[in-house]
Each structure stands twice: as structure tokens, then as C-alpha cells.
């Protein structure tokens, strides 16, 4: 998975896009290698919990270009869904299916405007499988259409192509009230 990591990470970075991953070893540190090896910038997104024991926390191996500081996990969380504009999710533990729960959720609640979410790896499969068949998600239109799932690094780029492809120009926009702008989908 390790390697695997790097290979997808270092084409997406030869793509020109930018590698945002938590700080942590593993995955996280692999994320940032490959961005590394295609050239790219990698930026991570960290908090440190001063009470929490089975906190991983930052791998001072991940040597990232840009180091944001968060106040908590939660934070954190917002965070890197903030910064990316596309997922893809690999192997990990709890604050990994935290973060798809997450990302997957914003993409049906924001269907056919929603940034790519890319499961990857075969295993993903009957995960995907026994939410659906246990949980309430097959009943909602839409959320199973706003991810796939990759097993090798060129269907990840192929994936983001595709769906570069079939979503609308974000359009720039600027809020009369506030005088803020915002992205019209």
C-alpha cells in the first residue's frame, strides 16, 4: 500500500495538483513522498492533542513543504476537506473512515457540484457493499454515484479526468451583501 500510495500521489503531483494528507506516518508520509517524486508541493494539515493517547499524531518523516496547525481533530477534519479538491482514499484506521464518512456525505448532499472521491484499493468494495446493503444509503438518489473505487494508480488519474470532464465550470461569483466571493457550480 505503502508504494502503491506513492506511485498515485507522484502522478497526481506530474498533474500539476497539490498533495494534502494528515502528517502522519504511513499512508500520510507516502502521500508526501510521492508528491515529492512527481515534483510536486505537499501540504499537511496536523493538530496536538495534549490528552489523547491513540493519537498518531505528526510523523516528523513527513516532510512536508507546508505544515497547517489545527486546534483539534475535528478541525483538522475540516480542514483537509477544505484544502482538497479531490479525494482519494486509501488503507488507514478510524480518522480514515471518519474523513471518507465525511467526504462521501458532502458529496451526496452536494451531488453533481461534489469534488471527486476516489476509494482506492479492491478491498473497498465490500465495505461499500455492506454499508449499502445495512444502512439506509442505497434509499438516497445520488449516493452512490459520487464515488469510485480505483485499484491502480492510472485509473485514479483516469477517474479524475473523467470527472473534470463531466462537471459543470465553476464559475466565480461575488456576494452582494457581503462583498465576499463564492464559487457558482
Known sequence: MYRETVEVTRMIAEGGLEVVNGGGPGVMRAATEGAHEGGGVASVATF??????????????NKADKEIIMNNYVDRTM???????????????????????????LAY???????????????????????VKNMRIGDRPGALRVY????????VMQYLQ?????????????????GEKAFME
Not at 484544502?83 to 471518507?100: I, P, R, W
Not at 470527472?163 to 461575488?174: A, H, S
Open 109 to 131: 448532499l452536494y451531488f453533481g457540484h461534489h469534488k471527486p472521491l476516489i476509494l482506492y484499493g479492491g478491498f473497498w468494495y465490500p465495505i461499500v457493499e455492506a454499508l
Open 48 to 61: 496536538y492533542p495534549k490528552f489523547i493517547e491513540n493519537f498518531e499524531g505528526k510523523d516528523p518523516q
Open 79 to 105: 480542514k483537509l476537506l477544505e484544502l482538497g479538491d479531490a479525494y482519494v482514499v486509501f488503507n488507514g484506521g478510524t480518522g480514515t473512515l471518519s474523513e471518507f464518512g465525511m467526504a462521501w456525505g
Open 162 to 178: 473523467e470527472f473534470d470532464l463531466e462537471m459543470p465550470p465553476r464559475q466565480e461569483i461575488k456576494d452582494d451583501l457581503s
Open 148 to 155: 469510485k473505487i480505483a485499484t491502480t494508480p492510472e485509473q
